[in-house]
């Protein structure tokens, strides 16, 4: 069974800062993906990242960044420019690629952008 | 596009009865909807996985007498908490998977027992 783990429960940065969020994960599969979805105070859950495990570029959405290594098992999260929205919860998640579609989860970080 | 609502947003019921939580996909077809259950300040726990037509799969340790899951169609699940206990008070979230690798989630649903 795959496994997630979230090694930081919470983490704070400064605004206009930059963060890196850890994650690694454990599979005996080849083909994933894996997810950072981001949970706000409204509990909304929010894609904000994907990564296919197939591709070697590190996925890239504005100001949010993966560093993907694959043999390590590792998918971090990279926030630039940290803004106060940014505050919230951060999931790790990662799914079998042609399988049942199920996320496997992990605990979380709390993330805190002070002003 | 690609949002998933969930009604109620927040329900309060008294111990001993049933209450039901709709999921619906608003503008695509989801072939698989998946429940969750978040505590306070934890990750999300798959309950189940319904796909339309049939019965749902459910994680080890779910009761699927106290929850009881419909995927009546493309667009639409519901969980029904049985026999409701304050133990059963918690965040309950759907999401619908369109069948490319990829979840959306529904707002969530706070239910409180009494």
């Known amino acids: 069974a795959q496994t997630v783990t979230q090694s930081q429960p919470e983490m704070s940065v400064q605004e206009a800062e930059t963060v890196t969020l850890s994650c690694t994960y454990d599979?005996?599969?080849?083909?994933?993906?894996l997810f950072w979805y981001k949970q706000p105070p409204s509990r909304q859950m929010i894609l904000v990242i994907r990564q296919e495990a197939y591709k070697q570029q590190n996925a890239t959405e504005n100001r949010f960044s993966v560093n993907f290594q694959k043999a390590a098992k590792s998918f971090s999260l990279k926030i630039s420019d940290s803004q106060l929205g940014d505050t919230a919860m951060y999931f790790c998640a990662f799914m079998n690629m042609g399988g049942s579609e199920k996320l496997v989860f992990g605990k979380g970080t709390k993330l805190t952008v002070n002003p | 596009g690609a949002v998933v609502s969930q009604h109620p947003s927040w329900v309060i019921c008294k111990s001993g009865t049933s209450v039901k939580i709709e999921c619906r996909s608003l503008d695509f077809q989801a072939t698989t909807m998946f429940w969750y259950r978040q505590f306070p300040k934890q990750s999300l726990m798959l309950m189940a996985t319904?796909?339309?037509?049939?019965?749902?799969?459910?994680e080890q340790g779910v009761e699927k007498d106290k929850f009881l899951i419909n995927h009546a169609s493309l667009t639409l699940s519901t969980l029904t908490v049985t026999s409701a206990h304050p133990e059963d008070s918690s965040f309950y979230i759907c999401?619908?998977?369109?069948?490319?690798?990829?979840?959306?989630f529904g707002p969530g649903t706070r239910l409180t027992v009494t």
């Open positions: 599979t005996s599969e080849n083909n994933y993906y």
């Open positions: 999401s619908a998977a369109p069948g490319r690798n990829e979840q959306y």
């Open positions: 319904s796909n339309e037509g049939s019965k749902a799969t459910y």
